[in-house]
């Protein structure tokens, strides 16, 4: 009998995306809804897009500090001081 909470939690999930599914599909507001969804899901995705563009100039400027900074240790290490 241990299965049965998970039979019906999942009965339960199954019959309420039937529900969701049918109000998107076969109503005249879920298709209003479903079109607001897929522009705002675009939107979302061309944001996204830019982000990742974003971290990646992200990356390349810091890598690029880097470089520099191991240059400039590797030209200071090079050089002899004298203190006399």
């Known amino acids: 009998m241990t299965d049965q909470p998970r039979i019906l939690a999942g009965a339960i999930i199954g019959a309420s995306l039937g ?3 049918a109000f998107l599909f076969w109503t005249r507001s879920g298709r ?3 079109r607001r969804m897929e522009f705002a899901l675009e939107d ?4 996204l897009v ?4 974003l971290a990646a100039n992200a990356a390349n400027v810091a890598s690029e500090g880097r470089r520099l ?3 400039f240790n590797e030209r200071s290490s090079h050089r002899q001081t004298r203190p006399f």
């Open 32 to 34: 209003v809804l479903r």
């Open 44 to 47: 979302f995705g061309r944001e």
């Open 19 to 21: 529900c969701v599914a």
């Open 50 to 53: 830019q982000l990742r563009g």
């Open 69 to 71: 900074l191991d240059d």
